[in-house]
């Protein structure tokens, strides 16, 4: 039973149109976070957040805002879509790092998104 | 080796030889984390060093980290085919968790 659920799986957007992508875990994390995959690239940070109702800027928050109304659901939201933000998007849910493991991120299956 | 906004590393090698990925990072953390990301998925965890561990081992898997480079390695003993798929390294600062840019190993038969 995944535990990390994004929709919608694949949307495409027009330019200048509004964009929301959903994120619900049922993993009981207080970290949530996004990230943009473009192809043949690395995972890159836009938003995350520390709990209810907190959301702060990763390395490449430009164009996106972002929502956490619950622990279970953080929201990515994309005002003023562009072609540039054509990419897969991944959110994730973060454990906080209990017994000194680090903050392990459980993943998403991805949002595929093009913007035309 | 991988970081940041560098292109996606590639690696092709055949099935039984021994293959390691290097990942060097540029903020102090604790804990270094190597992810698997097969065609199609999410990223999952498939090992984990900290920082008071110069080395870590799981199955076919080998971790380093060297803290005063800041760098760690990855390595598979014996590839097989079902090994094929992107790795990553991620470090921790507080709450945000960055990746390296990445390694695309192709295990050929």
């Known amino acids: 039973e995944a535990a990390v659920t994004q929709s919608p799986r694949n949307k495409v957007a027009v330019t200048g149109g509004k964009v929301t992508l959903s994120c619900n875990q049922t993993n009981n994390h207080n970290n949530m976070y996004w990230y943009r995959q473009d192809t043949g690239h690395g995972l890159r940070l836009i938003h995350y957040s520390y709990g209810a109702g907190s959301t702060e800027k990763g390395d490449i928050p430009d164009g996106y805002k972002a929502s956490r109304p619950s622990q279970e659901n953080f929201s990515l939201i994309l005002e003023l879509a562009t072609p540039s933000q054509t990419s897969v998007y991944f959110c994730?849910?973060?454990?906080?790092?209990?017994?000194?493991?680090?903050?392990?991120?459980?993943f998403g299956e991805g949002s595929r998104l093009i913007v035309v | 080796s991988q970081w940041g906004e560098e292109n996606l590393q590639a690696l092709s090698i055949q099935e039984g030889e021994d293959v390691t990925m290097n990942c060097s990072y540029k903020?102090?953390?604790?804990?270094v984390h190597w992810y698997r990301q097969d065609s199609g998925r999410g990223p999952a965890l498939i090992i984990l060093?900290?920082?008071?561990?110069r080395e870590k081992r799981s199955g076919r898997l080998r971790a380093t980290l060297d803290t005063s480079s800041q760098s760690s390695s990855l390595s598979i003993t014996a590839a097989q085919c079902e090994d094929t798929a992107v790795y990553f390294c991620?470090?921790?600062?507080?709450?945000?968790?960055?990746f390296g840019s990445g390694t695309r190993l192709l295990v050929s038969p």
């Open positions: 903020t102090y953390t604790t804990v």
């Open positions: 060093i900290r920082s008071n561990e």
């Open positions: 991620a470090t921790t600062g507080g709450y945000k968790v960055v």
């Open positions: 994730a849910s973060g454990d906080d790092g209990t017994g000194g493991s680090g903050n392990t991120l459980y």
